[in-house]
């Protein structure tokens, strides 16, 4: 696996992780995105809010990770559904931390925290609603 900056030439394929992600996690398959939608949707709402853009491709060199940083704050971080549990979300964390020591930030669901907090983030905010929370990360 190779971890790399982001390139256009992978927008197709980091778009259709995306859209999985937002049906996985958070449950938005009522608001499925039409297919022609997801890769304009996905460059206006990810990557133009990004500051850098990383990603982790398999031997084929097919994108199977995407951690999106906003300054010091992790505004998106996805794994495949058939690359998870072989490290790729740990390496992504560690190079956040590497690209920000002084520390970060990350705003996300409830059920995805506890990934987080095994990487020494701690929970500093829930939603009112219960189902987001602010973690932070300081060496």
């Known amino acids: 696996m190779c971890l790399r ?21 958070l449950g938005q398959d009522n608001v499925r995105y039409r297919d022609e939608d997801v890769v304009p ?22 994108v199977i990770a995407l951690l999106v940083l906003k300054r010091h704050h992790i505004a998106h971080l996805y794994v495949d559904r058939s690359s998870r549990r072989r490290g790729c979300g740990r390496r992504l964390i560690e190079h956040a931390k590497g690209q920000f020591p002084e520390g970060l930030s990350v705003h996300t669901v409830l059920r995805v ?25 300081r060496p």
């Open 5 to 25: 900056r982001f390139s256009n030439l992978e927008l197709g394929r980091a778009a259709m992780m995306w859209d999985a992600e937002q049906i996985e996690v």
């Open 41 to 62: 949707l996905f460059r206006d709402i990810v990557i133009g809010a990004a500051d850098s853009l990383w990603v982790i491709a398999d031997c084929s060199n097919t």
């Open 113 to 137: 925290a506890p990934f987080y907090v095994r990487h020494g983030f701690v929970q500093v905010a829930v939603s009112e609603c219960g189902t987001e929370v602010d973690l932070e990360w």
